[in-house]
T-cell receptor, first 113, second 109 residues
Framework: NAGVMQNPRHLVRRRGQEARLRCSPM?????VYWYRQLPEEGLKFMVY????????ESGMPKERFSAEFPKEGPSILRIQQVVRGDSAAYFC???????????FGSGTQLSVL | RKEVEQDPGPFNVPEGATVAFNCTYS??????FFWYRQDCRKEPKLLMS???SGNEDGRFTAQLNRASQYISLLIRDSKLSDSATYLC??????????FGKGTRLHILP
């Protein structure tokens, strides 16, 4: 009965490095969502994926950010050449389908030095 | 008008009191509605779904008003452990799941 698993819990990067955040959805779920949350701010939608497909990436910055959800393995949110403004909590959520409730992972706290 | 709008609060409420807050949404085609709670630095957790006929789960009651495009959450006999941020979530027909910024609730002893 493992829930949504995210790792790492905390990630520290220097400016210009790459950050890779991983998310394994709940068993049986094929829909994955990524959200970003700044301190004292709400959750901001980034991207919605199903297996091997990006369904909606309207919340993703045009540059440096990419996401994938391969046939096998976890979903990956990749941030290239990180800047201080990328520091935030990144939450992944999964669901079993449309109109279904989301279950969240514990998040990855990214700190860019 | 923002897609999902909530009063950020904070609502400071004495223990045992009843508190209610609303959330408005802009997309009339929205299909599914939920309330989540988020504790400081933790992930959001599902509190309850919101159904057209209204629904209750213990001390919590959720209602949907499609005509006015808002949902509400009522908490009766509030406990200290109810202190959290409450997030309104709306799922529209185009699969977009939008979170409100949340309403902060502080229950005072």
């Amino acid at each position: 009965n493992a829930g949504v698993m995210q790792n790492p819990r905390h990630l520290v990067r220097r400016r210009g490095q790459e950050a890779r955040l991983r998310c394994s959805p709940m068993k049986g779920h094929s829909h994955v969502y990524w959200y970003r949350q700044l301190p004292e701010e709400g959750l901001k939608f980034m991207v919605y994926l199903q297996k091997e497909n990006i369904i909606d990436e309207s919340g993703m910055p045009k540059e440096r950010f990419s996401a994938e959800f391969p046939k096998e393995g976890p979903s990956i949110l990749r941030i290239q050449q990180v800047v201080r403004g990328d520091s935030a909590a990144y939450f992944c959520a999964s669901s079993g389908g449309r109109d279904e409730k989301l279950f969240f992972g514990s998040g990855t706290q990214l700190s860019v030095l | 008008r923002k897609e999902v709008e909530q009063d950020p609060g904070p609502f400071n409420v004495p223990e045992g009191a009843t508190v209610a807050f609303n959330c408005t949404y802009s997309n009339s085609a929205s299909q599914s509605f939920f309330w989540y709670r988020q504790d400081c630095r933790k992930e959001p957790k599902l509190l309850m779904s919101v159904y057209s006929s209204g629904n209750e789960d213990g001390r919590f009651t959720a209602q949907l008003n499609r005509a006015s495009q808002y949902i509400s959450l009522l908490i009766r006999d509030s406990k200290l452990s109810d202190s959290a941020t409450y997030l309104c979530v709306v799922n529209s027909r185009d699969d977009k799941i939008i979170f409100g910024k949340g309403t902060r609730l502080h229950i005072l002893p």
